[in-house]
Structures are given as structure tokens and as C-alpha cells.
């Protein structure tokens, strides 16, 4: 390899030295990497002096072509000159992408420096370009997978556990500050006994402990979509009475998901409970505005009979939207 064409890497930085460009008009690097992807330069003296920066055509290149953010920097040692451009933030596909032109008073020893500020994968696909140098958002994504991993253990290995939970059906350890910092309610509870040195009992008779261990698994950060979606009604109930906004909201939209003629008024009495407008939208909507309330005639009928008055009176209000004379 040519002392001139190789250029150096190190962190976000490739440094380019050209001992002596001759009598030539047009020099290119060796192939350097940077983050997923083989990068040239080149330089090309004509009436300006031309440098450019692309990717090694490749079928990478070509399927995930690079969004680049970075700074030129020149020094020319034979006339003590420097150059530094504005940032410059481009996809580049070709060589012809990324151009920058210095005027030929440059000479001599040359050292080009090109600092990779960001690098993305673009999308073909039109999905919004993604990073693959390490950013903020990384770093809060690995903090958040480690904190999770820590919370995991503290929960499944009980580990420094000051709460015992008794349910209906056997018991559970879990810890005072993650129900605290979850629950408004769970937190009042603690308040009194804040200097007790020995654990807590907190009874919740009308959960069990599959479905406790749920609501836990949620305060954790390690509930999975099966455990949520088989418990998701009696997470509801939870949500609400113990005060968790969030998966309360994530409830009410689970519900949402799947309204059918088996469901819908089960999921409306539980809407005019919970107080959740959106569902409750979605499950009138269901019956009068799709017609699908002469499916479950019958059905219809019983629920009258049970359901409260205020509700009742909603449901014939929407009748009477629908079915408004034009």
C-alpha cells in the first residue's frame, strides 16, 4: 500500500496524508472504515483543487446508502494554510455526492481530516434515517436495557425485598420504593410505617397471584405482550385503583384493538366504569354507527336490564344520532 493513499482511522476521525502530490491531478484513497461502511477520498487539481468523500461502491452502499454530517479540514504544511468547511450533512450514493472545493494555493505537504459528526442509514423505504454512531439516544437505550436487567433480578431474585404482598391465593415479595414511585396509592400506604424495621404486609384479596405477579412484572419494566394481553382486564382494575395513568391508557388501548360482537358490551360496562372515554367512543361506535347491536339482539336485551341508568340513556341518546332524518 502506497504511503499516500492510506488513510488513518481513530474514533469518528480519518486522517488523510499526502506527502507529495507531484506532478499528478488526481489522487484516491485506500478503502478506510468507518462505523458499517467502506469510505474513499480522492483529490483532483484542476482550476480548483476538488476533494471528495464517498463510499466504496458496494451492495451495502447501494441497499443502505449513508446520510453523512461531517467537517473538512485541510492543512497545507508547505504553506502553512488551513482550510475548515462548514458542516455539511448529506445521502450520499456517488462519488459526486460530497464535493468540496479549495482553491490550488494549497501545495506541498498536505493532511485532510474528515470528522464524522453523524452517520445514518438511509431507507429506501422512505422510513426515517437511523443512526449507527453511538448518540444520545443510544446511550439512554443501553441505560434503560441495564436498568431493566437490574430491576429483573430485584424482582425475580427477591433481591434486598421489604414488601410482602398476600393475594388471594399466596404470596410475593416486591419492594417498598418501585410500588411507591408507581402508586400514589401504594406510597400513602407506606407512609405510616416508614420506620418499622421489619417488611411490610401489603393484602391484596382481590387479585391473585398470577395476576399480581403481572401488575408487578409491569412495574418491573418486564411484563411480555402474552402475560399483558391475558390479564389486560384485570390490569385495568388495578390501574385504576391503584392509580397507574400509564397502564391504564395502555389498557384502554389494548381494548380498543379488538372490539367484537362477543365483547363490545362487556367492554362498554367496563369503560363506564373505568371512566374510559375513548373506549367507550369506540364500543358505540361498534353497535349503532357499524349496525352490529342487531347481531346481539338478544344480548342487548339482558344488558339493559343490569346496566346503569346514566349509561342506558347514553346508548339511546347515540341511537338517536344515527338515526336522525337527513
Same mark, same amino acid.
Given at each position: 500500500?502506497?504511503?499516500?493513499?492510506? &488513510?488513518?482511522?481513530?474514533?469518528?476521525?480519518?486522517?488523510?496524508?499526502?506527502?507529495?502530490?507531484?506532478?499528478?491531478?488526481?489522487?484516491?484513497?485506500?478503502?478506510?472504515?468507518?462505523?458499517?461502511?467502506?469510505?474513499?477520498?480522492?483529490?483532483?487539481?484542476?482550476?480548483?483543487?476538488?476533494?471528495?468523500?464517498?463510499?466504496?461502491?458496494? =451492495?451495502?452502499?447501494?441497499?443502505?446508502?449513508?446520510?453523512?454530517?461531517?467537517?473538512?479540514?485541510?492543512?497545507?504544511?508547505?504553506?502553512?494554510? =488551513?482550510?475548515?468547511?462548514?458542516?455539511?450533512?448529506?445521502?450520499?450514493?456517488?462519488?459526486?455526492?460530497?464535493?468540496?472545493?479549495?482553491?490550488?494555493?494549497?501545495?506541498?505537504?498536505?493532511?485532510?481530516?474528515?470528522?464524522?459528526?453523524?452517520?445514518?442509514?438511509?431507507?429506501?423505504?422512505?422510513?426515517?434515517?437511523?443512526?449507527?454512531?453511538?448518540?444520545?439516544?443510544?446511550?439512554?437505550?443501553?441505560?434503560?436495557?441495564?436498568?431493566?436487567?437490574?430491576?429483573?433480578?430485584?424482582? !425475580?431474585?427477591?433481591?434486598?425485598?421489604?414488601?410482602?404482598?398476600?393475594?388471594?391465593?399466596?404470596?410475593?415479595?416486591?419492594? =417498598?420504593?418501585?410500588?411507591?414511585?408507581?402508586?400514589?396509592?401504594?406510597?400513602?400506604?407506606?407512609? !405510616?410505617?416508614?420506620?418499622?424495621?421489619?417488611?411490610?404486609?401489603?393484602?391484596?384479596?382481590?387479585?391473585?397471584?398470577?395476576?399480581?405477579?403481572?401488575?408487578?412484572?409491569?412495574?418491573?419494566?418486564?411484563?411480555?405482550?402474552?402475560?399483558?394481553?391475558?390479564?389486560?382486564?384485570?390490569?385495568?382494575?388495578?390501574?385504576?385503583?391503584?392509580?397507574?395513568?400509564?397502564?391504564?391508557?395502555?389498557?384502554?388501548?389494548?381494548?380498543?384493538?379488538?372490539?367484537?360482537?362477543?365483547?363490545?358490551?362487556?367492554?362498554?360496562?367496563?369503560?363506564?366504569?373505568?371512566?374510559?372515554?375513548?373506549?367507550?367512543?369506540?364500543?358505540?361506535?361498534?353497535?349503532?354507527?357499524?349496525?352490529?347491536?342487531?347481531?346481539?339482539?338478544?344480548?342487548?336485551?339482558?344488558?339493559?336490564?343490569?346496566?346503569?341508568?346514566?349509561?342506558?340513556?347514553?346508548?339511546? !341518546?347515540?341511537?338517536?344520532? &344515527?338515526?336522525?332524518?337527513?
Amino acid at each position: 500500500m502506497a504511503a499516500d493513499t492510506k &488513510v488513518e482511522t481513530i474514533s469518528r476521525l480519518a486522517q488523510w496524508r499526502i506527502d507529495n502530490f507531484g506532478s499528478s491531478t488526481f489522487k484516491r484513497s485506500e478503502p478506510f472504515k468507518i462505523a458499517i461502511w467502506n469510505w474513499q477520498l480522492s483529490i483532483e487539481k484542476k482550476l480548483y483543487t476538488y476533494i471528495r468523500l464517498f463510499p466504496e461502491p458496494s =451492495r451495502l452502499s447501494k441497499e443502505q446508502p449513508p446520510v453523512v454530517k461531517v467537517i473538512l479540514r485541510v492543512t497545507s504544511t508547505g504553506t502553512n494554510r =488551513r482550510f475548515t468547511s462548514p458542516i455539511l450533512e448529506r445521502l450520499i450514493r456517488t462519488s459526486e455526492d460530497c464535493i468540496w472545493q479549495i482553491d490550488t494555493t494549497f501545495h506541498g505537504r498536505l493532511i485532510i481530516d474528515v470528522e464524522f459528526l453523524d452517520l445514518q442509514v438511509y431507507s429506501v423505504n422512505g422510513e426515517e434515517a437511523t443512526s449507527v454512531l453511538p448518540n444520545d439516544g443510544m446511550l439512554r437505550s443501553s441505560a434503560n436495557e441495564s436498568i431493566l436487567r437490574c430491576l429483573s433480578r430485584m424482582f !425475580h431474585e427477591s433481591i434486598d425485598a421489604d414488601v410482602t404482598i398476600t393475594t388471594c391465593d399466596g404470596n410475593l415479595k416486591a419492594h =417498598r420504593a418501585i410500588l411507591s414511585a408507581s402508586s400514589p396509592v401504594f406510597h400513602n400506604m407506606f407512609l !405510616h410505617n416508614l420506620n418499622e424495621e421489619t417488611p411490610s404486609t401489603v393484602y391484596i384479596q382481590d387479585m391473585s397471584l398470577e395476576s399480581i405477579t403481572t401488575l408487578l412484572s409491569y412495574l418491573y419494566g418486564t411484563i411480555t405482550q402474552e402475560d399483558f394481553w391475558k390479564h389486560r382486564l384485570v390490569l385495568l382494575g388495578a390501574a385504576n385503583k391503584y392509580a397507574i395513568p400509564n397502564l391504564k391508557d395502555l389498557c384502554e388501548e389494548s381494548l380498543l384493538e379488538d372490539i367484537n360482537t362477543g365483547n363490545v358490551l362487556e367492554r362498554l360496562q367496563e369503560a363506564w366504569i373505568y371512566q374510559l372515554d375513548k373506549l367507550k367512543k369506540g364500543c358505540l361506535t361498534y353497535l349503532f354507527d357499524f349496525g352490529k347491536i342487531y347481531d346481539i339482539r338478544v344480548e342487548v336485551n339482558e344488558f339493559f336490564k343490569s346496566a346503569d341508568r346514566e349509561l342506558i340513556q347514553e346508548m339511546f !341518546h347515540e341511537v338517536l344520532t &344515527v338515526w336522525k332524518p337527513v
